[in-house]
């Protein structure tokens, strides 16, 4: 028996000095019968009308926040009640599509259908976002584990040149660039679960690779390799919590989540420092392939699938064979052409070169990211020599001056959750109650003042042989002004 779906019906937006604007939209007759009742007895002068997802949010990639919330409604103020607001007064409600055999359409069975990710048990949303932030910690963590090492590793094979020995390390950002263009559309066809677990598996395989490398040429291809694999839980993460969490409930996931890309990259050389100087360099990356294995092994089991548009395809397949009815499409993909695995590929690697080619903010903002991801890892890479040469220091104590860094990123988090709100807040009320996304880019300008103070105090004091501490703290501007920087981009 089929399920009622949403009927369609235009609403007319009064209240504006422009043309009247109509909006059709799909949703349950009943709620907007009472929710217009109870508008029009607080102002009668207000109007209620349902705004569907913009179309050109429906193609982003999975890491996209908002990309499955079909409809939000809203009130739309006149002139006459807009002007008593300071700020926006926005009734949110969430709405998913329901199946309507007698239309062809598929979606959930109703709205609190078990099967749709949103309505999943709370302790089973946290299990499945526990699965992935692990993951999301141990492929940061390998990115620098072997920094401390690379000494090692340089005596076995015999290589002397201190350019190519720290590309041995900073080779596996490069997979972090390439990965994300072909991981992300094709989550968008087949799903996060298989995605995640067939670069998780190919991270895992790549680490073994690394243990038994003969030399440094292929060390440095296995390196990227394991790259590769090792982004795609930094690339489908963000599109699990907004699969699994609703807008009011993603800050703290996000923040659990970002865990492992924040204290990864600290953690590694600590632990990498001790393991090779302990057990050999290999050993890092067997110690990599055991914790990276058994957490692949974890998700393999544990994870479900969570993209909604996913699950109601395989629904929609599922009924058209059950029911003979090869005329039923799923909601989701009732107003798009299906599309091939190569031109989502296509797709994906082409979006991203329009972006940052034709848009000079993008252009600009990315060129400077990248100049600061390479200074951390510049310093992830000279560190050891640094304490090692200038200190006489061991390499599993050098491991530890790598923790004014983290220390660094620590004190940026707390500055980042006691400033941006509050500064989005005050200039939100300055702009007539609108938010405006640039609104968080003032933190952005002045904290990333304190990035080039950390090489300045870095670099003289630990040339001129000043106490191991001054360097070490000198580290913490730079992470400071690092997390600032970057954050008001995830935010918004």
Known sequence: MATNAWPK??????????????????????????????????????????????????????????????????????????????????????????????????????????????????????????????????????????APAVGFMAEDFGVRE???????????????????????????????????????CFFVVWQLGCALAPNIGLLIF?????????????????????????????????????????????????CGGFIAQQAGWRWVFWVLLITSGVTTLGIELLNKETYARVLIRWKTKRLSKELDRPDLISWYDRDTEPISAGRALAHGLHRPMQMLFKSSIVFVLSTYMAIVYGLLYLLFTTITSVFEGQYNWSPQITGL?????????????????LTSDRMVIKLTERNGGKFEPEMRMPLMIFFA???????????????????WIVPIVGMIPFSFGMMVSFYPFRLT
């Not at 001056?401 to 004190?411: D, K, Q, R």
């Open 9 to 146: 019906e235009s609403l007319k937006r009064q209240g504006s000095d422009s043309q009247d604007q109509y909006m059709t939209a799909a949703t349950n007759p009943e709620n907007i019968t009472e929710k217009k009742s109870n508008l029009q007895a607080e102002d009668s002068n207000e109007q209620l009308y349902v705004r569907p997802l913009p179309k050109e949010l429906e193609g982003r990639h999975a890491s996209d926040d908002h990309e499955e919330q079909p409809v939000v409604l809203e009130r739309a103020f006149s002139r006459r009640s807009a002007a008593t607001q300071t700020q926006s007064n926005h009734d949110h409600h969430q709405l998913f599509p329901q199946t309507d055999l007698d239309q062809g359409i598929v979606g959930w069975d109703r709205q609190d259908d078990p099967q749709n990710p949103l309505n999943f048990p709370r302790g089973r949303k946290w299990a499945l976002l526990s699965l992935v932030s692990a993951i999301t910690f141990v492929s940061p963590l390998a990115s620098s584990m072997f």
């Open 162 to 200: 201190e350019l190519l020995l720290s590309f041995t390390v900073s080779v596996y950002l490069l997979g972090y660039v390439f990965g994300p263009l072909f991981l992300a559309p094709l989550s968008e066809i087949y799903g996060r679960r298989i995605v995640l677990c067939s670069a998780n």
């Open 222 to 270: 296995f390196r990227f390799l394991a790259g590769i694999g090792g982004s795609g839980c930094l690339t489908l993460g963000a599109g699990v919590i907004a699969d699994l969490f609703v807008v009011e409930e993603r800050g703290l996931a996000t923040s659990i989540w970002s865990l492992g890309p924040l204290f990864g990259p600290v953690v590694g050389p600590i």
């Open 401 to 417: 001056a790598y923790l004014g860094i983290g220390i660094g990123f620590f004190v940026g988090l707390a500055a980042i959750a």
């Open 449 to 467: 003042c304190f990035i080039p103070v950390s090489f300045f105090w870095y670099g003289w004091t630990a040339e001129k042989k000043v106490h």
